[in-house]
């Protein structure tokens, strides 16, 4: 069956990878069922990651992801969650350029905040992602809105 994850292409990334992203998106195999480009508030992005809330990084992380327009995803696949994870690679690109030479971040990653693209870490929180960015919004059997 197909499963949904959310996925985010952040702002620098956005602006200087958009078309390359997108394009290896569509190459391994994803739909992407809705997309949809926003600037998150400070507000946003600190409920986006109230998860993060208290680590060291935090505030940098709300600056970066607030700082312009990002394009929010729901990707659609067999086993989405994991697979996007994967297409991703380590959330340090100097990790990922070990481990995951071909992975998106080992690519376009600029460093361990800047690191160009988020996903989801279960199929619970990747509901609620989508639910917080884009509401109640029904997919098909097929990863298609209805
Ligand atoms: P993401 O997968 O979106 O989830 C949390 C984000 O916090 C992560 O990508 C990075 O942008 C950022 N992040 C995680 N760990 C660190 C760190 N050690 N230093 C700075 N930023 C980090």
Redesign the pocket.
């Known amino acids: 069956p197909m499963e949904q994850t959310l996925a985010v292409i952040k702002p620098d990334a956005l602006e200087d990878h958009q078309d390359e992203i997108i394009q290896k998106i569509k190459q391994a195999g994803f739909i992407i069922s809705h997309m949809d480009e926003k600037t998150l508030s400070r507000e946003m992005a600190e409920e986006f990651?109230k998860e993060?809330k208290g680590k060291p990084?935090f505030d940098?992380?709300v600056d970066?992801m607030s700082e312009g327009p990002s394009l929010m995803m729901i990707l659609s696949k067999e086993n989405a969650v994991e697979e996007w994870r994967n297409l991703m690679g380590p959330?340090d690109p100097e990790e990922a350029k070990q481990t995951a030479p071909d992975s998106l971040r080992a690519t376009f990653a600029k460093n361990?905040?800047?690191?160009a693209l988020?996903?989801c870490s279960n199929r619970l929180q990747a509901m609620e992602k989508i639910q917080f960015m884009f509401g109640d919004i029904n997919i098909g059997a097929d990863g298609v809105v209805q």
Request: without cysteine; hydrophobic residues 30%.
């Open positions: 990651y993060h990084f940098q992380l970066y959330t361990i905040l800047q690191n988020h996903g």
